[in-house]
């Protein structure tokens, strides 16, 4: 990919949902939720604090996140959706 967030902005790619319920119910596309649940594929430099000193993010490339359900925005890049959205947006990292 021959793209490069900056600041503090990252771009994640949603993992992919559920196609069964426990039940065993298989669920058509049109009736899946988005994922909450992604990878990330590259980072930004990070932010600037009031003195102007760059502060890196928490976050690094091939980290499993959790974001909240309407954070980032969606767009194409070298035909994969992904999302781009600030650190701020992440709501933790998944061990």
Not at 52 to 69: A, M, N, T
């Amino acid at each position: 990919m021959k793209f490069r967030p900056l600041h503090d902005r990252v771009v994640v790619k949603r993992l992919d949902g559920e196609e069964k319920t426990k039940g065993g119910i298989i669920i058509p596309d049109t009736a899946k939720e988005k994922p909450q649940e992604g990878e990330i594929i590259a980072v930004g430099s990070g932010a600037r604090d009031e003195a102007g000193k760059l502060v890196p993010l928490d976050v690094k490339k091939g980290d499993r996140i959790l974001f909240g359900k309407w954070s980032g925005t969606e767009v194409k890049i070298d035909g994969q959706d992904l999302l781009i959205m600030k650190e701020s947006d992440i709501m933790g990292v998944i061990a």
